[in-house]
Every structure is written in C-alpha cells, then in structure tokens.
C-alpha cells in the first residue's frame, strides 16, 4: 500500500510559502556561481531583485512557486515552481534549485517528486516538462530517478559560462511518476 503524505510534504523536504526571513539567505545561496550555472544566471542578483521575483511569482496565477525546506531543523535550502500551467492541456514546466552545501543529499530529487506530486494528485496535471542543460549530469539524474524522460535535445541552445551548451527537454506524465 502507498505511504499517504501530505501534499507538500517529501521523505527529506517540505515544500512552503516563502517567508521574507528566506529573502536574504536563499539570495546567498542562488548567488553561487555554480548555482547561478545550472540557472543560466548571468551575474549575481540583489536581494531586492530575488525578492521582486518571488513576489511576482506568487501573483502569477500560472505559477506555483515555493521554498524548499529541509524537513530536519527546518533549514531552508532552494526554491522550486510549476510555472506556464495550462489548465486546458493540463501541463505545466517545472524549475528547481537548491543551494550548493545541499547538493547530493537527495533533496533536488525529493522536491522534483514532491512537487511533481502535488502537481498531478491536487492540480490535475497530466504532463509536467522542464529543460536541463547537458553540463548538468546531476540534475538531469535527479529527474530521471522521478520517471522524466528526454524527448528531445536542443544543441548549443544556451549560453552559460562564457560558452553555448546544449539541452535536453524531459518531460513526466502522471502515470510515470515513481513515488
């Protein structure tokens, strides 16, 4: 039988609102360079400016963004969406970062299936895509250990650290979701 967990709710994170004590210390952590890669971030942004961003987001009627949290001590560690929801074709894309001291712990890949969750059981999506760039390993992994699939690459689609790199878009049906 299937473990019920609640809609925001992984094995290692919780999915919540952003609160304006995140503002700061989440800015810091998508400041990384690295971080800001995998982003196609240009330059380091002000708080200001992550702020704005996360406002808007919240307003946005086809996004549903969150902070992600570690469920131990609460710490929160990234941010992750469901953004471009179209409730006529029942899909949306997805976006997801976490800070660098967090990276393979498991938390990307629990926020990917806990998100992708909540978006199938509770917004009644059927399909849910995103775009990795293939300098990413780790996060394409990621995806794929939730069920994404590649179905198509997009070569030298991006320019990132000085250099055009290629993308591969994934996409997840509700069906396919390993939970």
């Not at 002000?46 to 702020?51: D, E, I, N």
């Not at 902070?67 to 609460?74: D, K, L, T």
């Not at 290629?166 to 996409?171: F, V």
Request: charged content about 25%.
């Amino acid at each position: 039988m299937e473990e019920h967990r609640p809609p925001f709710e992984g094995s290692l994170v919780r999915l919540r609102a952003h609160e304006p004590a995140d503002f700061s210390a989440l800015n810091d952590l998508i400041n990384e360079p690295e971080v800001g890669a995998g982003l196609g971030m240009a330059m380091p942004q002000p708080v200001s400016a992550f702020k704005a961003f996360i406002e808007a987001g919240a307003k946005d009627p086809s996004r549903a963004t969150f902070a992600i949290e570690r469920i131990e001590g609460r710490v929160p560690v990234g941010g992750c969406s469901l953004f471009q929801i179209e409730t006529s074709s029942r899909s949306a894309v997805l976006g997801i970062w976490l800070g660098k001291p967090y990276w393979d712990a498991g938390l990307g890949t629990d926020a990917v299936r806990t998100l992708c969750r909540f978006g199938f059981d509770h917004m009644n999506l059927q399909r849910i895509e995103l775009t990795v760039f293939d300098t990413n390993a780790r996060a394409k992994r990621a995806y794929e250990k939730v069920g994404f699939v590649v179905e198509g690459t997009r070569r030298r689609s991006e320019f990132v650290d000085g250099r055009l790199v290629g993308s591969d878009l994934m996409a997840l049906l509700a069906e396919g979701l390993t939970r």
